[in-house]
């Protein structure tokens, strides 16, 4: 599966952005999100079952970001509100088989990423 990740930005502190990523090939993958600043490992923000029916969440973001899916369109969203400085990062889409192996690191395919800047 080939991933395209957009949406990234600049953005004030407590404003919103929505990430896209758009899927071509494997008509059925698990989607994750993981993100990367600068001198940090990437780490995993969101991810969505197949179905749409689980989602998962890192807890820095939880009741912040929204994951969500729309498979006529095979693209997966990441809705993020209330940002702060420290979700400033390099984002990135993942596909897999499970949302659970995304968040393990078992990803079959990475997008490139997006950058959102949050100012202060």
């Known amino acids: 599966v080939q991933l395209q990740a957009s949406g990234g930005g600049l953005v004030q502190a407590g404003g919103s952005l929505r990430l896209s990523c758009a899927a071509s090939?494997?008509?059925?993958?698990?989607i994750g999100w993981f993100r990367q600043a600068p001198g940090k490992e990437r780490e995993f923000v969101a991810g969505?079952?197949?179905?749409?029916?689980?989602?998962r969440y890192d807890d820095s973001v939880k009741g912040r970001f929204t994951i969500s899916r729309d498979n006529a369109k095979n693209t997966v969203y990441l809705q993020m509100n209330n940002l702060n400085d420290e979700d400033t990062a390099v984002y990135y889409c993942?596909?897999?088989?499970?949302?659970?192996?995304?968040?393990?690191?078992?990803?079959?395919?990475w997008g490139q990423g997006t950058q959102v800047t949050v100012s202060s």
């Open positions: 993942a596909a897999g088989a499970r949302s659970d192996r995304i968040r393990a690191g078992h990803v079959d395919s």
């Open positions: 090939g494997r008509s059925s993958y698990a």
């Open positions: 969505i079952s197949v179905t749409g029916s689980t989602t």
